[in-house]
C-alpha cells in the first residue's frame, strides 16, 4: 500500500553518478590517476528522496531507466533500500562524472562535472511510468531528457495536479506555465527565467502566475516566496561538495512541510540541510542529526 504522504520524485532524466577523487589538480591534458571512486544512483530526484529518508519521512524515485547502466542504476537504488518505480526504457541510462581534485581539502573548489545527456524522450515508457505513479506529493526533478516536446512535458505537469518543480531553462518555464505549486530555482535559474535573480522579481512571478517560489542562494541560503515571504541565512559552513545540495534542502522543506511545520521552521531546516549535505560530503553522506545541530546556526530575516 502506498504512504498517502509519499515524497516521489519523478526524475526525467536519471544518471549512474561517478565521483571521482584525483591524485592532483586537474589539467585538462593531462594524465591523472584516480584515488577514490564513488558510484551512486543519481540524477537530482534520488538526492532529494535520499534526505526526505534520512529524516525518516518515505519517499520514492520514479523514472525511466536504460541498458546495463540501467541494471546497475537499479541494482544501486535497492542496495541503499530506496523505493522506486523504475521503468525500462530504451538506450542506456546516461553517466555523469564529477572530478574532485586531490591535495589540499581548502583547494579543492567545485568539481569539475562532466554530464552526459542521456537516451532520448520515450513518450511509451514515460506513460507507463506515469500510469502506475504511487499517490503523494509528486516533485519533478532535474533535466529533460534530450528532444522531450515542450508540450509533452507542459501535458505531464498539467496531469500531475500542482506538482513541485525543480528544474531550469524549459522546464521552469513549463512549470510556471503548468502552474506548478512550488518552484525550486537556485539564483542562476531564477535569471534564466526572469531576468533577474532578486526577490522582488520571484514577487513578480507569484503574483502573476501564483507558483510558490523557494529560491536558493547557496552560501547565503534561501528565500521563500508565497502568501508569505521569508528569508533564512545559512550558516558558515567549511564546504567539502556542494553537489546536491539544492535537492535535500527541497526534500528536507517538503518534508517538514508535510508534518506541519510552519513555512519559517520548514525553511530554517531545510537552509541547514542544504548546509549539511555541503558540508560533509554530498548526498551519500547527508545525515538529519547534523541539520538539525545546523539549523542552530541558520538566521531568519524578518520578511521586508
Ligand atoms: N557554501 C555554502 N555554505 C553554506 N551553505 C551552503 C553552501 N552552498 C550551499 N549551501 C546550502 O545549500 C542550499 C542550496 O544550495 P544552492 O543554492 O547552491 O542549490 P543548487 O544550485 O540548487 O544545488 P544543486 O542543484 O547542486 O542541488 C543553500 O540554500 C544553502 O542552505
Ligand atoms: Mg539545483
Known amino acids: 500500500m502506498p504512504e498517502p504522504d509519499m515524497i516521489v520524485a519523478l526524475t526525467p532524466n ?35 528522496a535520499r534526505a526526505v529518508r534520512a529524516f525518516g519521512g518515505a519517499s520514492c524515485v520514479a523514472g525511466v531507466v536504460g541498458g546495463f547502466n540501467g541494471q546497475h542504476f537499479r541494482a544501486l537504488l535497492e542496495a541503499e533500500g530506496l523505493e522506486n518505480v523504475l521503468e525500462d526504457g530504451e538506450g542506456e541510462t546516461r553517466e555523469c562524472q564529477a572530478l574532485l581534485s586531490g591535495g589540499d581539502p581548502g583547494e579543492r573548489g567545485h568539481p569539475t ?74 539564483e542562476h535559474e531564477l535569471e534564466a527565467l526572469t531576468g533577474s535573480a532578486a526577490l522582488d522579481s520571484a514577487r513578480e512571478l507569484y503574483r502573476r502566475s501564483g507558483v510558490q517560489v523557494l529560491l536558493t542562494r547557496g552560501a547565503h541560503g534561501a528565500a521563500f516566496v508565497g502568501e508569505e515571504v521569508w528569508e533564512v541565512e545559512a550558516p558558515q559552513i567549511e564546504v567539502k561538495n556542494p553537489v546536491g545540495s539544492g535537492d535535500t ?23 541547514a540541510a542544504g548546509s549539511a549535505n555541503a558540508m560533509l560530503g554530498g548526498p551519500l553522506k547527508f545525515r ?12 531568519l530575516l524578518t520578511p521586508a
Open 14 to 48: 536519471l544518471s549512474l553518478d561517478r565521483t571521482m577523487t584525483l591524485d592532483r589538480s586537474l589539467v585538462p591534458g593531462q594524465l591523472h590517476r584516480v584515488t577514490g571512486l564513488t558510484v551512486a544512483a543519481g540524477g537530482k530526484g534520488v538526492n532529494l
Open 249 to 271: 534542502l527541497l526534500g528536507t522543506f517538503l518534508w517538514a512541510r508535510q508534518g506541519g511545520q510552519s513555512i519559517p521552521d520548514a525553511l530554517r531546516l531545510a537552509v
Open 288 to 299: 538529519a542529526d547534523v541539520a538539525r545541530e545546523l539549523m542552530m546556526r541558520t538566521r
Open 113 to 186: 562535472e562532466i554530464n552526459e545527456a542521456g537516451p532520448p524522450y520515450q513518450p511509451g515508457a514515460v506513460a507507463r511510468l506515469l500510469s502506475h505513479l504511487p499517490q503523494g506529493q509528486v516533485v519533478v526533478c532535474g533535466s529533460l531528457a534530450p528532444n522531450t516536446p515542450g508540450t509533452a512535458f507542459l501535458d505531464m505537469l498539467r496531469g500531475l495536479d500542482r506538482p513541485v518543480v525543480d528544474s531550469s531553462g524549459a522546464g521552469l518555464e513549463a512549470a510556471v506555465q503548468a502552474g506548478a505549486s512550488l518552484i525550486k530555482p537556485n
